[in-house]
């Protein structure tokens, strides 16, 4: 009885075939993301702000709220220049604001409102503008003419004057933030996905589920919003910049969130008064906020590279 012994080149080449096969276009993918440096480096410092704004309470102890008249505008403690120095009386990173508060902390407590709008507010655009887009892509015809045209709408009303008229009638609130930005941000996303159905409506495997007797919700919910992940997963991650830069424009014109709860524009706008006496009041809320923005557009464009099936 003769013993076959199976070729160590046959056996690799199998082994490569086997793997090949076995890769998804989401492992592909995910592969393709971590190679990029950027969209890597981006994750890692987006998540240590955000790791740094959940546990602001306890990388300080100062309260975002405490006032302290003897320490009013005061330098970090590491600040070059003497003369803006004073007796803190304490470890203050970042210095103190214009009525003695710790910017430090006040930074942390800014960003969780601003990634939480952001968050939030993409989060709502995401839900209200896919369903909608694919909707009006899918059924077609004269309800998608309606569809679009209340985009259309929507889209020439001015964005400020809209906020402004919410504000005025509803008093300001975050919430009220949250509604005020997630009822312009879908219609961009809506569109971008509407577009995306309609070049894939008609393809082979959404007529094999409708000559199988599929509903049209059934197919747009397990076959079409599946298949439009992969755009959609990019314009979130640039749509979440986007709202913060909306929420803080909304903030620095004073229609944002009320003292004493803060966010980044809240603080930039704080700043920009007090820049040429206080510069670091202005300065390290505007660095945590475009660190910030440059993690988010960095991500996306490793996202949309890792997504793109020609690079396969």
Known sequence: MSIIVPNAGNAA????????????????????????????????????????????????????????????????????????????????????????RDLFVRVLYGA?????????????SLLIGVLYGAIAGYIGGLLDDIMMRVVDVLYSLPFIFFVIILMVIFHRSLFLLFVAIGAVEWLTMARIVRGQTLSIKHKEFIEAARAGGVGPL???????????????????????????????????????????????GVLISDGANQMEIAPWMLIFPALFMALTLFCFNFIGDGLRDALDPKER
Not at 48 to 74: E, G, H
């Open 218 to 264: 059934a197919i747009i919910l397990r076959h079409v919003i599946p298949n439009l992940l992969g755009p959609v997963i990019i314009y979130v991650t640039l749509t979440i910049p986007d709202v913060i830069l909306a929420e803080s424009f909304l903030s620095f014109l004073g229609l944002g969130v009320q003292e004493p709860l803060t966010s980044w």
């Open 13 to 100: 080449a199998m082994t490569r075939a086997q793997e090949m096969r076995g890769r998804s276009l989401w492992v592909d993918a995910r592969r393709r993301l971590f190679e990029n440096k950027a969209a890597v480096v981006s994750m890692v410092l987006l998540a240590i702000i955000t790791l740094m704004a959940i546990l602001a309470p306890l990388l300080s102890r100062y309260s975002f709220d405490a006032t302290d008249w003897n320490v009013v505008s005061c330098a970090p403690d590491w600040w070059p220049d003497s003369t803006v120095m004073c007796n803190a009386g304490g470890t203050h990173w970042f210095g103190t604001d214009s009525v003695g």
């Open 112 to 124: 969780r409102v601003s990634l939480a709008v952001g968050l939030v507010t993409t989060l709502v």
